[in-house]
């Protein structure tokens, strides 16, 4: 009796590590696609963002429509045409100015 719980008992154990391995992985999968439709719509956004700043408006001006940073509405634009060295140098100012 004692060697047939014995048995019952490691055989739920043992069921229980399947179980958990299982929710592992489907967890692993739900982050993946969870990313991935994060970085979609962050995207769209961030596309929303650069359209909003080509009409003309300033980045303060969409920032504050949006309740975003300046610096937020920079990152979002920079999602979608990351700026070149070149471009970059030439919107920080230098000390001297």
Do not use: C
């Amino acid at each position: 009796t004692l060697e047939s719980l014995a048995v019952d008992y490691f055989t739920s154990i043992e069921q229980v590590e399947k179980v958990n391995a299982a929710a592992e992985k489907e967890i692993a999968r739900i982050r993946e696609q969870a990313a991935r439709n994060i970085a979609q719509r962050e995207k769209s956004a961030a596309v929303a963002v650069v359209a909003m700043l080509s009409t003309g408006a300033s980045r303060a001006e969409v920032s504050a429509r949006l309740g975003l940073t300046v610096k937020e509405v920079r990152r979002a634009a920079d999602l979608i045409s990351p700026p070149t060295a070149a471009n970059e140098e030439a919107s920080t100012p230098s000390i001297s100015e």
